[in-house]
């Protein structure tokens, strides 16, 4: 199993950012596909998350401002960031729950299975 992440990078404050993450060893278009975020010195907390059956779902902090789509044909996900802010400055990681997961435990991060290594998004001007 893989998953990863990419995209991160160095955006002004106001700019965009878009997330990928590919997956590869197990069935994706089976998996909630969700995106974490943990800021330094802070936990890891929930952004969005794409779920099997289709839908999506978003943090209060980013809802407006962030888009979470995936491709099962590619099995990618993906996590188009706008208007960012230095408050969203952290590491981003892309990960799958499984077929069955209860879908109010999808913002918490016990619920995935498995992980990406995460990507860097850092807001500064």
């Known amino acids: 199993v893989q998953l990863q992440a990419s995209g991160g990078g160095l955006v002004q404050p106001g700019g965009s950012l878009r997330l990928s993450c590919a997956a590869a060893g197990f069935r994706f278009n089976n998996y909630n596909m969700g995106w974490f975020r943990q800021a330094p010195g802070k936990d890891r907390e929930f952004v969005a998350v794409?779920?099997?059956?289709?839908?999506?779902s978003y943090d209060g902090s980013v809802k407006g401002r962030c888009t979470i789509s995936r491709s099962n044909a590619e099995n990618m996900v993906y996590l188009q960031m706008a208007s960012l802010k230095p408050e969203d400055t952290a590491v981003y990681y892309c990960?799958?729950?499984?077929?069955?997961?209860?879908?109010?435990?999808?913002?918490?991060?016990?619920?995935?299975?498995?992980w990406g290594q995460g990507t860097l998004v850092t807001v500064s001007s």
């Open positions: 990960a799958a729950a499984p077929p069955g997961t209860i879908l109010s435990s999808l913002w918490t991060q016990n619920s995935y299975t498995y």
């Open positions: 794409s779920r099997s059956s289709g839908g999506t």
